[in-house]
């Protein structure tokens, strides 16, 4: 049975409570970090083996079933540097396979997103069904022991979460659930079954992919970097720091516009832009997008939320409707984040408050306008002799964490002894399940 979502969230609430007051030391016996060395941001061998341990072998967010409605949709997604088709199939499963042709490894799908009937190969027309089973090889009569059966698209892992598709390329990957653990449980209150699709934004950024994320890891910065957004809206000093298993975390930043003297408490009055921007409601306290998920508890409507879904997704979740961050490498030292965008369940039709919509988006592409501003500086002194290791403190110790984990999936060995992290959070992670 495990941990109830109730008593996580009392936990958090009061860790929030201590943070407010906290005027010394980091508590629980937490120690500085050792430094996490620059060159695992500029290091191309290290690069390599994120590819092969991470892009290769992790559970990654590829798409919404509402991009896959009808059986014979299919998306050909490229984001983890493989083609691979996703498809709803026949039997209104969704599967994934490799975009290789069994026979001389053409491709079966060029177009970015379809509906079909059959994948018919692009070279000498071997066809697949939606299946991916080989069912028409042309001349057949020039093959005297063509076993049809031994040459199926090759199938990719594909696991829903509620309406969220992910892909491993890894058949040996531990179940996606398995892998969320008690994050699947927290994030029931979201219902992810019911979750729409709203539209996706890209941005490319000049710095390696973990730059880029690790900006969206903690909130020390928002003073500096968003004085007159984000900072009007939380207050970083209540911030909470929660290590899950599996490379998975936490950050709640309390929402100030719902504060009071005890920190907590819920006080109606006003929001922002910025507020608006994450769905917090505006001065009004009203969101533009206004459907909300009404089964979200206090703690994501008092605080921003946010979650960190190892290895490359960032979330600030919200009962309004919420983005996933996702940070991409596109080489060594560039990337690319896109911003997926979900909304409560609005029925049947088109999405409704579509201008609403825009507005929000527009709203925190200004934030994010803030970070990646920021970001490609900071890439460059990595590339500097004089940039020597990162140190990080209690409250980025989430950044610290996921590097770890990058580490333990990529298997100690084989990591260049001046990339590697030492394995110190361990302790800190919570057992909840
Ligand atoms: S490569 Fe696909 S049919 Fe020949
Ligand atoms: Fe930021």
């Given at each position: 049975m495990g941990i109830s979502t109730e008593k996580i969230e009392k936990e958090i609430l009061k860790r929030s409570l201590e943070e407010f007051n906290r005027t010394n030391s980091p508590p629980r016996g937490f120690e500085d970090l050792p430094e996490i060395p620059a060159e695992r941001y500029i290091n191309a061998e290290f690069n390599d083996l994120e590819k092969e341990?991470?892009?290769?072998k992790c559970w990654l967010y590829a798409a919404h079933t509402d991009q896959l409605k009808s059986p014979g949709d299919y998306i050909l997604w490229k984001d983890a540097g493989v083609p691979i088709i996703i498809v709803r199939s026949e039997d209104d499963e969704i599967r994934a396979f490799y975009?290789?042709?069994?026979?001389?490894?053409?491709?079966?799908?060029?177009?970015?997103s379809g509906n079909t009937t059959r994948f018919v190969c692009q070279?000498?027309?071997w066809a697949y069904d939606?299946?991916?089973?080989?069912?028409f090889v042309p001349d057949?009569?020039?093959?005297?022991?063509?076993?049809?059966?031994?040459?199926?698209l090759i199938p990719v892992r594909c696991e829903l979460w509620g309406n969220l598709i992910f892909i491993n390329q890894?058949?040996?990957?531990?179940?996606l659930k398995e892998n969320l653990g008690v994050v699947d449980k927290i994030l029931g209150q979201f219902q992810l079954e019911k979750i729409r699709y709203v539209g996706k934004r890209s941005w490319e950024v000049n710095s390696n992919w973990k730059v880029c994320q690790d900006a969206f890891?903690?909130?020390?910065?928002l003073n500096t970097v968003h004085p007159d957004t984000v900072s009007q809206l939380l207050d970083h000093k209540g911030a909470v720091m929660v290590l899950l298993l599996n490379g998975h975390s936490i950050m709640t930043t309390p929402n100030r516009s719902k504060l009071s003297a005890d920190g907590l408490k819920v006080d109606e009055s006003g929001g922002s832009d910025a507020s608006n921007a994450y769905g917090?409601?505006?001065?009004?306290?009203?969101?533009?997008?206004?459907?909300?998920?009404?089964?979200?508890?206090?703690l994501a409507r008092n605080n921003n939320l946010s979650f960190n879904f190892f290895p490359n997704i960032v979330t600030p979740l919200n009962p309004s409707g919420f983005p996933f961050l996702q940070f991409w490498p596109v080489t060594l030292n560039t990337c690319r984040m896109d911003v997926h965008w979900f909304s409560p369940n609005w029925g049947e039709g088109e999405l409704p408050n579509k201008k609403a919509w825009k507005e929000r988006m527009d709203l925190f592409d200004e934030i994010l306008l803030e970070d990646t501003l920021n970001i490609p500086w900071i890439q460059k002194s990595l590339e500097s002799p004089g940039f020597k290791g990162v140190p990080l403190n209690y409250q980025e110790r989430r950044i610290y964490y996921t590097h770890q984990e990058i580490d333990k999936v990529i298997g100690d060995?084989?990591?260049?002894e001046k990339c590697k992290v030492e394995p110190v959070l361990d302790k800190f992670v919570e057992n909840w399940s």
């Open positions: 341990a991470i892009w290769n975009n290789t042709c069994r026979h001389r490894g053409s491709s079966v799908v060029r177009e970015n070279y000498h027309s939606l299946s991916g089973k080989l069912d057949s009569r020039d093959w005297k022991s063509l076993d049809k059966s031994c040459k199926n890894n058949i040996e990957a531990m179940a890891m903690e909130v020390y910065h917090s409601g505006d001065s009004q306290g009203k969101s533009g997008t206004p459907l909300e998920i009404e089964t979200v508890t206090e060995k084989s990591i260049p």
